[in-house]
T-cell receptor, first 113, second 112 residues
Framework: DAGVIQSPRHEVTEMGQEVTLRCKPI?????LFWYRQTMMRGLELLIY????????DSGMPEDRFSAKMPNASFSTLKIQPSEPRDSAVYFC???????????FGPGTRLTVL | LAKTTQPISMDSYEGQEVNITCSHN???????ITWYQQFPSQGPRFIIQ???TKVTNEVASLFIPADRKSSTLSLPRVSLSDTAVYYC?????????????FGKGTKLSVKP
C-alpha cells in the first residue's frame, strides 16, 4: 500500500476563496482523521470518521469548515471562505481501529493570503 | 480524558541515551500509552505503545511504573536523525479519544 495520500501538498490561495483538501486513506482502514497543525496550537484533531460516517466534528473551528467521506477511499476537507488564520498544515490519518496506530499522510501546507 | 504533561524541549548529544517522561496522573484503567515521532515537514509516525511495565521494539523502549501515572520513552544512543518532536498520548481503544490528542509534544534536539 502507498500509505495515506494527500493532495495537494501545497496550496496558496487568497482570502475568501474556497479550498478543498483531499485524502485517500490506507485500504481497509475503518477510521479516518483530519488534523490541523500550527506553531501556536500544535496538532489538533478536527474531525474523524468511522466507516465513512462522521463521529466527532467538535474540533472543526467554525462553519466555514466542512468534511465529507463519500466512500471508503476518499475524503475531503473544505474551507469556504478561507481566511489568513486558516494557514496551517493539514494532516489526514487513518487507522484500523480507534486507539490503534494511526498512519499519517504527508500533509497539505495551506497558505491563505 | 487523561491529561498529559511533557517537557517542551530537550537537548542531547549523539550517542547518548535520551529519556522523555510524560505525566498522566488521571490515567484510566483501560487507557494505553502511545508515543509518536514527528520529523519536520512530515506527519507523525507511531513509535511504541504500552499498558504497563516495559515494552521494547527496534526503535525505543517504553517504561511504565506500577501506578501508571507517568511513562518514559527511552531512545538508546541517539543520532542527529532522531531530532524530532515526540508526542505522548493516553487513551483507551474505545471512544475516549485520548489517543487523538497530540498537543505540542517534546522537541528533541540532538547535537553532534
Amino acid at each position: 500500500d502507498a500509505g495515506v495520500i494527500q493532495s495537494p501538498r501545497h496550496e496558496v490561495t487568497e482570502m475568501g476563496q474556497e479550498v478543498t483538501l483531499r485524502c485517500k486513506p490506507i485500504s481497509g482502514h475503518d477510521y479516518l482523521f483530519w488534523y490541523r497543525q500550527t506553531m501556536m496550537r500544535g496538532l489538533e484533531l478536527l474531525i474523524y470518521f468511522n466507516n465513512n460516517v462522521p463521529i466527532d466534528d467538535s474540533g472543526m473551528p467554525e462553519d466555514r469548515f466542512s468534511a465529507k467521506m463519500p466512500n471508503a477511499s476518499f475524503s475531503t476537507l473544505k474551507i469556504q471562505p478561507s481566511e489568513p488564520r486558516d494557514s496551517a498544515v493539514y494532516f489526514c490519518a487513518s487507522s484500523l481501529f480507534l486507539g490503534n496506530e494511526q498512519f499519517f499522510g504527508p500533509g497539505t501546507r495551506l497558505t491563505v493570503l | 480524558l487523561a491529561k498529559t504533561t511533557q517537557p517542551i524541549s530537550m537537548d542531547s548529544y549523539e550517542g547518548q541515551e535520551v529519556n522523555i517522561t510524560c505525566s498522566h496522573n488521571n490515567i484510566a484503567t483501560n487507557d494505553y500509552i502511545t508515543w509518536y515521532q514527528q520529523f519536520p515537514s512530515q506527519g507523525p509516525r507511531f513509535i511504541i505503545q504500552g499498558y504497563k511495565t516495559k515494552v521494547t521494539n527496534e526503535v525505543a523502549s517504553l517504561f511504565i511504573p506500577a501506578d501508571r501515572k507517568s511513562s518514559t520513552l527511552s531512545l538508546p544512543r541517539v543520532s542527529l536523525s532522531d531530532t524530532a518532536v515526540y508526542y505522548c498520548l493516553v487513551g483507551d481503544k474505545g471512544g475516549s479519544q485520548g489517543n487523538l490528542i497530540f498537543g505540542k509534544g517534546t522537541k528533541l534536539s540532538v547535537k553532534p
